[in-house]
């Protein structure tokens, strides 16, 4: 049980970021965050640039609802601002770019009943 359980955990560890390509319109950043190799919460930029191997992370609402968590690089990280909408690339549990939506639209496109009304 111990070497099929071990081998079931590096099977899911090497295909989670594989798959299919999608685009997902109207993806909402909920949070972003990011960790060190020892799992510890990293708050500031200067402890993001002086940690050991950090892992970038971005929790968002897809356009059919549901919450998803993808790992991300920095680059990403830092384009993908809190509350902001825009064009999301996935492949797995990857988030490859985001694109964030330019200019006021104050309709809500998703459909989230946690959105304020503009005014």
Do not use: H
């Amino acid at each position: 049980m111990i070497v099929g359980g071990l081998g079931y955990g590096l099977y899911v560890e090497r295909t989670q970021n594989k798959g299919p390509r999608q685009t997902e319109p109207n993806f909402r950043v909920l949070s972003r965050f990011c960790l060190d190799k020892n799992f510890q919460l990293l708050i500031s930029d200067i402890d993001i640039e002086l940690a050991n191997k950090p892992k970038f992370y971005i929790r968002g609402l897809l356009e059919n609802g549901l919450v998803g968590e993808f790992e991300t690089t920095i680059e990403v990280f830092y384009n993908a601002g809190e509350g902001m909408l825009g064009e999301a690339n996935l492949q797995g549990k990857w988030l490859g770019s985001f694109t964030p939506y330019i200019g006021g639209g104050s309709e809500n496109p998703i459909g989230a009943e946690w959105v304020l009304p503009p005014g």
